[in-house]
């Protein structure tokens, strides 16, 4: 955008009133951001129905591509001095609270016809055309500015809730401009846990193999030095030695993304599986593997700071810009990393969009998930922030229970409940529950991921809890 562009919409935002109605404010504002600032064409910024029903007709949809689905689904609200006036360092509180967000959101419903961008973006709905599903989605009343992102099922901000002021008006178009040009990207999760034992690596595994099943381009990343995710499929890491330093090099010097997505592609495997029903109908399971050595990561870890990794920031920001790079090539990307909280497990967290935290039914590991809720996610979430980047995240996906007892009673349920409510756990807990069986140990002396078995009663519970996560709507704000 031209800082003549800028400079219009900036003295048009400065003259709006505060009591603008939405179709001042569209008039006057949004018109001019999209057509004259982003310049786009009047065939890009379209008022359609979504599909067949009432409710179903956002503000806008923005394309990029007019043979594409759209990119951005808009929602406006009017301008209130409240909102106007309120003060900048509570407005996020403030607008949590006010009706007029909460329905842009669609956390409430002024109205039959006032659905928000939850449900805008709900891929469940089947009266919605799938081709007009946006990737992203923006809502925007002159004062409260934010954007969120849909990938599949799951609903996430990309951004806080931002107020706009003069000075930070170009910043925020710069952010529309981002979700209209940049091509989507693949949806980054860290399914973590400070506790051992609690199925990590069991349900990087199968989550991964049940989505890539579902036609999904998978990759899983073996960030721990045990390397139990590659020896589970029956790969040697050691075969790819030195290649994740030569990538980290390739970072550190600056060189181009081209010229370092080449050498991360070098080291990906690609692994394929059949499954075989009863009735002996086939299909075929294909996702990448990224196996990096136990030897190269123990490096990373064993030197506090070192010529080539500098210190422990630099390791943890090298980690992250390594996982970023390869984003645009997958749908989802899957990290196994240590339990410890140190440079690998702490490059994931500061790369991923959302944490899912694998849990039983033990004290301990509801207490270390409570911590990661109320402390870590929030932590991360700050200092990515401090960063000087507008997209927030890690955001928080919920618990999922493993390795559950197929006889647990109502009492030991209770007891968990009340152990979470103790420690202040809000988040999502997922109603799959994932029981032990033995197919399960019987998966990994066949080197395969347990969906191999498709009739098994853990696979129907591994492609429930999938359909539940990532498929359906899921909408995360926490």
Not at 56 to 80: G, H
Not at 136 to 161: A, K, S
Not at 406 to 434: A, D, M, P, W
Not at 450 to 471: A, D, G, H, R
Request: glycine share 4%.
């Amino acid at each position: 955008m031209t800082s003549e562009a800028y400079q219009n919409i900036i003295e048009k935002w400065t003259q709006l009133p505060q009591t603008s109605s939405q179709q001042t404010l569209d008039l006057n504002l949004v018109q001019a951001i999209f057509l004259e600032g982003l310049g786009l064409s009047l065939e890009q910024v379209k008022v359609i129905s979504l599909g067949n029903g009432a409710g179903l007709t956002p503000d806008r949809l923005i394309y990029k591509e007019l043979n594409q689905p759209p990119v951005l689904t808009v929602e406006l609200k009017k301008r209130v001095p409240e909102l106007a006036q309120a003060d900048p360092n509570n407005f996020i509180e403030t607008c949590q609270n006010h009706p007029l967000y909460r329905s842009a959101v669609g956390y409430l419903k002024e109205s039959n016809n006032d659905n928000g961008i939850k449900q805008y973006l709900d891929v469940s709905n089947e009266k919605i055309d799938r081709n007009r599903l946006a990737h992203y989605g923006w809502v925007f009343n002159g004062d409260f500015f934010q954007l969120w992102r849909r990938v599949d099922g799951v609903i996430f901000p990309l951004t806080l809730i931002q107020k706009v002021t003069e000075e930070n008006l170009p910043q925020l178009l710069d952010q529309l401009a981002y979700c209209i040009n940049q091509p989507p990207k693949g949806i980054t999760v860290a399914i973590w846990n400070r506790k051992g034992g609690v199925g990590k690596t069991t349900n990087t595994l199968n989550i991964g193999a049940t989505l890539a099943l579902n036609n999904k381009k998978v990759l899983m990343i073996d960030l721990d030095p045990q390397n139990d995710l590659s020896h589970g499929l029956n790969i040697n890491p050691n075969q790819y030695k030195g290649n994740f330093q030569e990538c980290l090099k390739l970072i550190k010097l600056q060189r181009s993304g081209a010229e370092i997505l080449d050498s991360i592609k070098e080291q990906v495997i690609q692994k394929e599986f059949s499954t075989t029903s009863h009735s002996n109908s086939n299909s075929n399971i294909q996702f990448s593997v990224l196996p990096i050595p136990s030897d190269d990561l123990d490096d990373i870890l064993q030197n506090d700071s070192n010529q080539l990794y500098g210190t422990r920031p630099d390791k943890i920001k090298l980690i992250q810009k390594f996982i970023q790079y390869i984003n645009t090539s997958f749908d989802y990307i899957f990290t196994d990393t240590p339990p410890t909280l140190n440079v690998l497990s702490g490059g994931s967290l500061m790369a991923c969009d959302l944490v899912l935290l694998p849990c039983d039914y033990s004290r301990k590991t509801l207490r270390h998930s409570a911590d990661i809720y109320n402390q870590v996610i929030p932590q991360v979430r700050k200092k990515r922030l401090n960063k000087r980047t507008f997209i927030t995240s890690p955001w928080n996906l919920g618990i999922v229970f493993s390795n559950c007892p197929s006889n647990h009673s109502i009492t030991l349920e209770n007891c968990v409940q009340n152990e979470l409510q103790i420690k202040r756990f809000n988040g999502k807990q997922y109603e799959t529950r994932l029981k032990i069986y033995a197919q399960t140990k019987l998966a990994e002396f066949k080197y395969s991921p347990v969906i191999c078995w498709p009739n098994s009663y853990i696979t129907i519970l591994y492609k429930q809890l999938v359909n539940e996560v990532f498929l359906t709507q899921n909408f995360i704000d926490e």
